[in-house]
């Protein structure tokens, strides 16, 4: 319904952001990252929305950028997992982070956010995994990708979590041509890289 508010922030508390839109204020559920990233209140500010409408339950969740968006939607596609337990996990670790999360099957990790048992986090890489493809995952890195100064499991893993966060393997093969990076940087940095680019 909504793609996103833009407005006035009135109010920023914890997991809540109210954005004034023609004096209308309208509530996002959102993340405390998020909420830190937004503009100080009384100045404008963006947020990427999600309408949850289920029965007699209508939330609007609002998110400083698409990926955390995005990886909010991914979340909520796993079965058991709602808007609480997505916003718990996102409270716990970045888009990248969570990506690189599913993409090496680390469990360990998503069970660090709150409500999140090691069923439930095998579950959403389970269930995330099943959506690459054994095509998109094999053969993941290709020579020209790779320099002498990043190692192959690097690239590897930053291709699998780009995949993860809704691009194709081309296109992430693609990004990794044409942005600058070294063996000093970490797979979240060379996604932090990536999407930079991708945004443009």
Excluded: W
């Amino acid at each position: 319904m909504f793609y996103y508010l833009m407005g006035k922030i009135a109010l920023k508390e914890q997991n809540i952001v109210v954005i004034d839109c023609g004096g209308v204020g309208y509530k996002c559920i959102s993340t405390s990252s998020s909420i830190k990233r937004l503009p100080e209140v009384g100045s404008e500010g963006k947020v990427f929305t999600y309408l949850h409408v289920r029965e007699d339950i209508m939330d609007l969740y609002g998110f400083s950028d698409l990926e955390e968006l995005n990886c909010f939607k991914l979340l909520l596609s796993v079965s058991k997992v709602g808007p609480k337990v997505a916003i718990s996990v996102l409270d716990e670790m970045t888009p990248e982070k969570f990506a690189i999360s599913v993409a090496t099957s680390d469990y360990s990790t998503i069970k660090k956010a709150n409500g999140v048992g090691h069923k439930m986090a095998q579950r959403i890489v389970l269930e995330l995994k099943d959506k690459i493809t054994k095509e998109q995952m094999e053969n993941a890195v290709s020579t020209d990708l790779t320099s002498s100064d990043t190692s192959e499991n690097v690239v590897s893993e930053t291709i699998a979590a780009l995949v993860v966060l809704g691009y194709s393997k081309s296109e992430a093969q693609s990004v990794l041509n044409k942005i600058s990076y070294s063996q000093n940087d970490k797979t979240e940095d060379i996604i932090k890289k990536a999407l930079a680019f991708l945004m443009r």
